[in-house]
Nanobody, 117 residues
Framework: QVQLVESGGGLVQAGGSLRLSCAAS????????MGWFRQAPGKERVIVAA????????SYTDSVKGRFTISRDNAKSTVYLQMNSLKPEDTAVYYC??????????WGQGTQVTVSS
C-alpha cells in the first residue's frame, strides 16, 4: 500500500506558475512509476505527465509540453509537477498516482488548481 498526499495547488493568474508536490509513504517509492492526472469540471480524468521509477524517462500530454515539468526525488519519496505559463484551461483538480506495470493503482486525494484569466 502507498499513501499519496498532494499539495501546492491554489489560485493563480494566467501566465503564472505553480509547483505541485506529491509525498508518498508506505512501500518503497522508487518501485513505482508516477503520474500526474487532472480532472476539469464535467470532464474525465486525464493523464498530464508521467515519470519512470528512476526519473530517467518522462512523458507529457501535448497540451502541456514545454510548460509543465515532472520530476521526482526518490530520497524524499516525492514527485513534483512544475507548471509554468498557466492557462485558464489548466484549471482542474490535479491528482498524483503510483503505477505498477501499466496499472495506476494508488491515488492521492487531489489538489485544486484554478487559473484566472
Amino acid at each position: 500500500q502507498v499513501q499519496l498526499v498532494e499539495s501546492g495547488g491554489g489560485l493563480v493568474q494566467a501566465g503564472g506558475s505553480l509547483r505541485l508536490s506529491c509525498a508518498a509513504s508506505g512501500r518503497t517509492f522508487s518501485n513505482y512509476g508516477m503520474g500526474w492526472f487532472r480532472q476539469a469540471p464535467g470532464k474525465e480524468r486525464v493523464i498530464v505527465a508521467a515519470i519512470s521509477r528512476n526519473g530517467g524517462s518522462t512523458s507529457y500530454t501535448d497540451s502541456v509540453k514545454g510548460r509543465f515539468t515532472i520530476s521526482r526525488d526518490n530520497a524524499k519519496s516525492t514527485v513534483y509537477l512544475q507548471m509554468n505559463s498557466l492557462k485558464p484551461e489548466d484549471t482542474a483538480v490535479y491528482y498524483c498516482a503510483a503505477r505498477i506495470a501499466a496499472d495506476y493503482r494508488y491515488w492521492g486525494q487531489g489538489t485544486q488548481v484554478t487559473v484566472s484569466s
